[in-house]
């Protein structure tokens, strides 16, 4: 059985609610060995009115401080962080197999002094190579090319040897074989009237192609048309240039069971695809955890090929 280590997320949020609730179903998956102190798990249980799950494996993980249920503050942020660092040494260290996240809160990682805008940043850095955000679920997932950059900044981002390394790993990692493109612009740029970016993009279509042999991706596609029911008769993946423009539609048709992956070498990571939802957070109100059994059996899949 894999071991996956649960980088616990942010304690002041829904995430160990969800960890606590979904342990014996997940159990069954893999063995779980969470990235959280006996105290903090202790706290959280508290103020949960929910009893600790036996043979809960923890990994001591930073500094206890006092849970703040729906508060998003600078001790949650650095204990969230020092849990996926926790994370993914045991990756490193070989005493793992994966890592499945839960939710963290990127203001509360600003408050405590954290200069990563999220996990997949951070992982980067910490394995020294590139890692590309994957969305979605076995019915569709969305390739971010850019992610939490200022849309004024996207166009500057897409050449051709960039995006050729891109769709490279991605197909190498995911091996779907029909993957859409989308274009930047508008009508993917109306042949040149209205932007001249997805010329780039085709360029590196064409390229990519050539180095993997067969007619892996195509486009540039139309962005506005791209999600429609007829449209994805042809296509299971869609990469998309920047990250609302693939987020929003995969959110309006999968939201509940989509998953988040870091596609890279060296490290299998999959994670939620929600946030920390401070609103119910603490308040018993039994979350929906298909996406956080998702991410797991996502883990398992990717770490075992």
Not at 183 to 211: F, M, Q, R, T
Request: hydrophobic share 40%.
């Amino acid at each position: 059985m894999k071991k996956i280590a649960i980088s616990i997320g942010d304690l002041n949020g829904i995430g160990i609610e969800i960890a606590i609730r979904s342990h014996e179903e997940i159990s069954k998956l893999c063995e779980p060995i969470y990235c959280i102190d006996k105290e903090m798990l202790t706290q959280a249980s508290k103020l949960l009115n929910l009893q600790v799950p036996n043979k809960m494996i923890l990994q001591n993980t930073h500094k206890s401080f006092v849970i703040k249920p729906r508060v998003v503050d600078e001790k949650s942020g650095a204990y969230s962080f020092a849990s996926f660092k926790k994370a993914l040494q045991l990756v490193q260290e070989k005493k793992v197999d994966a890592v499945c996240t839960l939710p963290i809160h990127k203001e509360a990682w600003s408050l405590a002094g954290i200069d990563y805008k999220g996990h997949t940043e951070y992982l980067r850095e910490f394995t020294g190579e590139d890692a590309i955000m994957v969305l979605g679920c076995e019915d569709l997932y969305v390739a971010l090319f850019t992610e939490h950059i200022a849309l004024k900044d996207v166009a500057k981002k897409i050449n051709v040897e960039k995006l050729v390394e891109f769709f490279t790993l991605l197909y190498e990692k995911m091996k779907r074989e029909k993957i859409g493109v989308l274009g930047l612009n508008p009508h993917a740029g109306d042949n040149g009237v209205i932007g001249s970016e997805e010329v780039i993009i085709e360029s590196a279509i064409e390229i990519a192609n050539s180095k993997i042999g067969k007619n892996i991706f195509y486009g540039a596609l139309v962005p506005d048309t791209a999600f429609t029911p007829n449209s994805l008769k042809n296509h299971n993946t869609i990469v998309a240039m920047y990250h609302d423009q693939g987020l929003a539609p995969l959110k309006a048709l999968y939201f509940d069971e989509s998953i988040n992956i870091s596609i890279s070498r060296k490290i299998v990571r999959t994670s939620v695809d929600h946030g920390t939802a401070m609103d119910i957070a603490y308040k018993n109100a039994i979350p929906n955890t298909k996406s956080y059994l998702n991410a797991i059996k996502a883990a398992v899949v990717q770490s075992t090929s």
